[in-house]
Nanobody, 117 residues
C-alpha cells in the first residue's frame, strides 16, 4: 500500500491550505478509514480528522469549524481543507489509511505545515 500526501507548505496565520492523500496498491473500499494526523515538535502524534466509515467523520476539538475532511472515492483520495490556520496548527501532517478488508493500517510519509504568526 502506498500513500502519497501533498499540499503542505508555509502560510501566514489566518490563511488556508489543502492537503491531499492518494492511496494505491490495494483493493479500496468506500468504508475504509482515511484521515489525517499531525505531530508538532516535541509532541505526540494526534488525530486531526478522519473518516471512520463511508460517511462518518471525527474531528479534533481544536480544528472543528476550521478544517474539513472530504474524500473522492473514485480517486482513492482524501483531502483536508484547512482554513483560519493558527500557529499551533504547525506540524508534520500524516495521512492514515485503514483497510477493513485486510485489517491493516498504513501511513503516508508526512507533509510539513508551518503557520507563521
Amino acid at each position: 500500500v502506498q500513500l502519497q500526501a501533498s499540499g503542505g507548505g508555509l502560510v501566514q496565520a489566518g490563511g488556508s491550505l489543502r492537503l491531499s492523500c492518494a492511496v494505491s496498491g490495494t483493493i479500496f473500499s468506500i468504508n475504509d478509514g482515511m484521515g489525517w494526523y499531525r505531530q508538532a515538535p516535541g509532541k505526540q502524534r494526534e488525530l486531526v480528522a478522519e473518516f471512520t466509515g463511508a460517511n462518518s467523520t471525527i474531528y479534533a476539538d481544536s480544528v472543528k469549524g476550521r478544517f474539513t475532511i472530504s474524500r473522492e472515492n473514485a480517486k482513492n483520495t482524501v483531502y483536508l481543507q484547512m482554513n483560519s490556520l493558527k500557529a499551533e496548527d504547525t506540524g508534520v501532517y500524516y495521512c492514515r489509511y485503514y483497510s477493513r478488508r485486510y485489517y491493516r493500517e498504513s501511513w503516508g510519509q508526512g507533509t510539513q505545515v508551518t503557520v507563521s504568526s
